[in-house]
């Protein structure tokens, strides 16, 4: 079995059918990320049809201008959430300075969540690495699921296809056996 640790089915619109039978005939278990509430209600929709794809809710940070108000309104997605994902921080796409501080209470609002549900974090960092690890690092350690080299990220090493996997990941592993049976076990590199 394989795991895709970071998909966005709610983008997928007509491939939908094929990337199902796809994940089903390779047994490829899906975790799609979303980036709002409108695309956590579709992937959770979405993810009744299989039992290959889990559905996480987060907000990403191309998206926290829109609801860095909204923090509170939100904790029902958060709480029922498995995962936690997709969030993070962008200062590439988003060079803007106004817009970081929000992507960074944003941010720091859900990996304080995740800390305090026990969940996995699943993290968008594009030019902002360096934050992300000091505001994982200054809540006690936190891993985080990284995609890029090690240059960029200092507290990864690296793995096949440069995913790497933190001890977050792995203790709360539990949160992927809630969908499948309990007797299999999961690895989110391979």
């Known amino acids: 079995m394989y795991i895709d ?23 490829i278990f899906t975790i799609s990320v979303s980036m709002d509430p409108e695309g956590y209600a579709k992937s959770k929709a979405i993810d009744k049809q299989t039992k290959w794809i889990l559905s996480t809710f987060g907000v990403h940070p191309w998206n926290a201008p829109t609801f860095h108000s909204q923090l509170e309104a939100l904790q029902p997605l958060i709480d029922a959430s498995p995962m936690i994902g997709e969030i993070g921080l962008d200062y590439h796409f988003i060079p803007e300075p106004e817009n970081h501080a929000l992507q960074r209470d944003v941010f720091l609002h859900f990996v304080k969540q995740g800390i305090c549900q026990k969940k996995i974090l699943n993290i968008h960092s594009k030019g902002a690495e360096a934050d992300v690890d000091r505001i994982l690092g200054e809540l006690g350690g936190v891993g985080q699921l990284s995609i890029g080299t090690r240059e960029r990220s200092s507290n990864c090493t690296l793995w096949p296809k440069r995913a790497c996997i933190s001890r977050l990941a792995w203790r709360s592993s539990s949160a992927l056996r809630s969908k499948r049976s309990p007797n299999q076990s999961h690895r989110l590199c391979y």
């Open 5 to 27: 640790a970071h998909a966005h089915f709610d983008k997928y619109d007509s491939q939908l059918p094929q990337a199902i039978k796809e994940i089903e005939q390779h047994e």
